[in-house]
């Protein structure tokens, strides 16, 4: 079962059935990568029935945008996540799938080619569901205690800078006080607040616990690049802090 394309940016139509009724409004645009050794092996997953996983779109590295699922329905890439509290990111989201190996299989860099395939389609599927900046986001953002993609390579300043996803300079690395694993305490319990302010999932323990780490880590591979180590340095606070501000 074929359909229209939803964006002019579509080079082929390629229809997987992994998708059902989609039951919410469209106001996330979530970003993968593949993290597959090939692409042939990656869209083949994801149009296999049996894998029950799909995304609407799938961009390769020479810029070749596939449409997988129509924009209509609810395809299965997320799996569990949250944002903001709600739960279904399927229901209210459009996933595009950014051929990469990723770093279990050689991650590297996005060629050029791809990253204005994804802009422009990004750019489009925004602007038709008017989906605002700050719900431009990751898996890991959505899923931080299970995934990485697209990671740290991702160049999301250079979407910001086509008007794709908010994005603030990241503070400058300095020394400082750092939170880091086994700490607790007031300090802790603010930038807890903070992370689930900005929409991350994660419980205001006091404690600088499993999930806190994974969620800096997440914070960090979209926001503050250039070091990912999960522990929460005078730059990364002041980072999350520029990005609620702005
Ligand atoms: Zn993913």
Known sequence: MTFAPDSRTVTSVVAS?????????????????????????ALARLVDKDSKVSSHYFVYEDGRVFQLVSEQQRAWHAGAASWKRATDINARSIGIEIANPGHEFGYRDFPDPQIDAVIALCRDIVARHHIRRERVLAHSDVAPTRKNDPGEKFPWARLAAAGVGLWVEPAPITPGRTLSANDSGPEIEKLQKSLARFGYALEITRRYDDTTRSVVTAFQRHFRPERVDGLADPSTIDTLRRLLAA
């Not at 989609?22 to 050794?37: C, E, N, S, V």
């Open 17 to 41: 059935p992994n998708h059902d009724a989609r039951g919410a409004k469209a106001d996330i645009l979530l970003l993968h990568y593949t993290g597959m050794t090939t692409d042939e092996e």
